[in-house]
Each structure stands twice: as C-alpha cells, then as structure tokens.
T-cell receptor
Framework: EDQVTQSPEALRLQEGESSSLNCSYT??????LFWYRQDPGKGPEFLFT?????EEKEKERLKATLTKKESFLHITAPKPEDSATYLC???????????WGLGTSLAVNP | DGGITQSPKYLFRKEGQNVTLSCEQN?????MYWYRQDPGQGLRLIYY???????QKGDIAEGYSVSREKKESFPLTVTSAQKNPTAFYLC??????????FGSGTRLTVV
C-alpha cells in the first residue's frame, strides 16, 4: 500500500538552531514529492517539488532533498516566523491525486 | 493577483441542511480538487475535476456533491447525508506538472 510518513510529529527549536524534517514514502512509481507549509486556519502554501533522487531545491532558510526512499526538509538558522506545520505529499503513478503525510508541527522559540 | 478564493471562511450548518462551499480560481488551471482536513488525519480527497463538465469521486465522496460548469468554479455541496461534516475544507487547483495551489479554506461546523 502506498504510504507517506512524516517525522517527527512535532519539533520545538530555539531560534538559530538548525534541524531537519523527514518524509519517508513507500510508493510505486514516484512522479513527484511536494513540500507545503501550513499556518493555523489557512490553506497549505506550496514550497517545493522534487522529482528524482539526488535532486535538491532551496528557498531562503529551507532546503529540500530527495532520495529513493525519503525526503528531508532542512531548516537552517530558523526564525520564529518559520513556525508552522510542514506537509509532505507524494504523487505516485496515478496522476490524479496526492498521498499526504500527517505533517510535522514546528515551533521556533525566540 | 491570481489565486483561489474560498467562501465563506466560516459556515454553520443545522442538522438535515445542505450547504454549498464556493471555490473560484483565476489561475487558468484545468484541474480542481476538494479536500477535507481533520485533526490528526492527513488531507483526504473528496472530489476532483480535470476538465469542465467532468469530475470524479475521491476517497471520501459519500455525502458530498460537486459541479464544474465553468473552468473557474468548483462548488462543493455538503448534503444532509454527510453524517460528520464538521471539518476544515480546502479547495485546490493545479496546472499539469505543477504543484497544487490551495485556497484559504472554509471551516464548517454543525450546530
């Protein structure tokens, strides 16, 4: 069965303390892995799409990487405004829908 | 600016009542989606449409209905047959090969 698992479920960091979020997947025929940021009471905001193992993308303090089994979202020197839930989703074979993880809730303390 | 507009932001439904959630996009995207988000659960697909006048059931379509008469609009009706409708509803659209763009959501509460 296709599955996406995110860890940890919740993460609390001090401002400036770098860390990584994990998204592991077991799917057949990966056609894209997506990272989103979601603030409370709002819709997810698109961050990155990764298509093949070895691919990396960066945006400000965020860097996403992809292997054949998992993706990491690296957060370098986070700020309080990076606090949000980060969602991972995989498009596997069937191009019509995504398989979503449950998210990692990140809190960055000043 | 292009984007997706969902309305209303908050909606209250009485028992036995049908309610309709609006979703409009001006991104010229062909595909549109409705998701439901509940605490502790991932996003679950209700319905999706890849072209005008065509739509397909997602994983949890029971108790919901949709229409796609215009490219820009994809309204969702939550019928009285949906026994647990209280949730956060998200509409999204997509251009083939790109990531999904989401609206700001509608929070539906049964009163």
């Amino acid at each position: 069965e296709d599955q996406v698992t995110q860890s940890p479920e919740a993460l609390r960091l001090q401002e400036g303390e770098s860390s990584s979020l994990n998204c592991s997947y077991t799917v057949s025929g990966l056609r894209g892995l997506f990272w989103y940021r979601q603030d409370p009471g709002k819709g997810p905001e698109f961050l990155f799409t990764l298509y093949s193992a070895g691919e990396e993308k960066e945006k400000e303090r965020l860097k996403a990487t992809l292997t054949k089994k998992e993706s990491f979202l690296h957060i370098t020197a986070p700020k309080p405004e990076d606090s949000a839930t980060y969602l991972c989703a995989v498009n596997a074979g069937n191009n019509r829908k995504l398989i979503w993880g449950l998210g990692t809730s990140l809190a960055v303390n000043p | 600016d292009g984007g997706i507009t969902q309305s209303p932001k908050y909606l209250f439904r009485k028992e036995g009542q049908n309610v309709t959630l609006s979703c409009e996009q001006n991104l010229n995207h062909d595909a549109m989606y409705w998701y439901r988000q509940d605490p502790g659960q991932g996003l679950r697909l209700i319905y999706y449409s890849q072209i005008v006048n065509d739509f397909q059931k997602g994983d949890i379509a029971e108790g919901y209905s949709v229409s796609r008469e215009k490219k820009e609009s994809f309204p969702l009706t939550v019928t009285s047959a949906q026994k647990n409708p209280t949730a956060f509803y998200l509409c999204a659209s997509r251009l083939a090969g790109d990531g999904y763009t989401f609206g700001s959501g509608t929070r539906l509460t049964v009163v």
